[in-house]
């Protein structure tokens, strides 16, 4: 075959691919992120015609199945197909199931982000901290240690608190994504070098080397960080370890935090830039409020 026929050939192979991929959501009949066990064969084929045939409530111009394939990690696909799966569960008529889910916080477009939320409460003794401990302002970071915007959230932060020195301290909390496999272990690894006074140089490896975060790593970071190595095995794996990782997720569920990074601000999620020049103007806020308070 001349060459112009063999290239006109792989770019219709390609197309063909192509087109066959962005359509493949129409006829899966599994989705991420979505459970139709429980269900009859007659409501799963119910339930995937509802979310082969709606639009996505986050906007995104994408039905709802669609959605679930070319960006699982949204939330309001998910959340909608959950509300609506649960209905047809409890023995809902699929205009029932498609009214309540409508209904649910997942039913419409969310929110334009605000600066600032209202405060709320988020414990942190015992938490890791750099800054002053009489700070006026009060960071409070939920991150994950394979996140590329927690990475990124590093020096933009560190930028913040050395332009307020005295004013301003960072606490971080910890909040693995089920989406990285490594994150879980790592913030374990984190807190196992918390015992020891050791959390910011663990840190700084971990995120330096996030993209290999498996235990055999861990491990030789932490050799290189001046822990007690049998200790910090035995504080990795540990029930306490543990559970200390579940408090963080947790608080961050019950705060809020759909992602990562976020960041307080005296209690309030913060929904701008990490970068220095947009966080002064909300510092500098806070800091008249602390002053007139005095």
Not at 116 to 125: E, F, G, H, N, R
Request: positive net charge.
């Amino acid at each position: 075959m001349p060459k112009r026929g063999r290239y006109a050939a792989a770019a219709l192979l390609l197309a063909g691919a192509a087109l066959l991929f962005a359509q493949e959501w129409q006829t899966m009949t599994q989705l991420p992120g979505v459970d139709l066990t429980g269900l009859s064969p007659a409501k799963t084929n119910t339930a995937l015609r509802l979310l082969r045939n709606h639009n996505c409530s986050c906007g995104c111009d994408m039905k709802m199945a669609e959605c679930r394939v070319k960006d699982p990690g949204c939330g309001w696909s998910k959340g909608w197909a959950n509300e609506m799966l649960s209905a047809l569960r409890q023995g809902k008529d699929e205009n029932a199931a498609l009214t309540l889910a409508a209904a649910s916080r997942w039913g419409h477009p969310p929110a334009p982000p605000k600066l600032l939320d209202k405060p709320v409460q988020i414990p942190v003794a015992g938490s890791p901290e750099k800054g002053p401990a009489d700070a006026a302002v009060t960071l409070v970071e939920f991150s994950d240690f394979q996140c590329p915007y927690c990475a990124k959230a590093i020096k933009q932060l560190d930028a913040v608190l050395k332009a307020y020195p005295t004013q301003v301290k960072l606490i971080f909390k910890q909040y693995p994504l089920d989406s990285h496999g490594q994150a879980l272990l790592a913030a374990q690894a984190a807190i196992a070098a918390h015992q020891q006074g050791r959390f910011w140089a663990m840190h700084d490896a971990m995120f330096a080397n996030r993209s290999n975060l498996a235990r055999p790593s861990l491990m030789a970071m932490a050799g290189t960080i001046g822990v007690e190595m049998k200790r910090f095995t035995s504080d990795l794996d540990s029930v306490s370890t543990r559970k200390t990782v579940e408090q963080d997720t947790q608080d961050g569920d019950k705060a809020g935090v759909e992602g990562t990074p976020t960041v307080f601000i005296n209690g309030q999620k913060y929904g701008g830039s990490l970068d220095l020049e947009p966080m002064k103007s909300v510092i500098d806020a806070e800091l008249k409020k602390s002053a007139k308070k005095k």
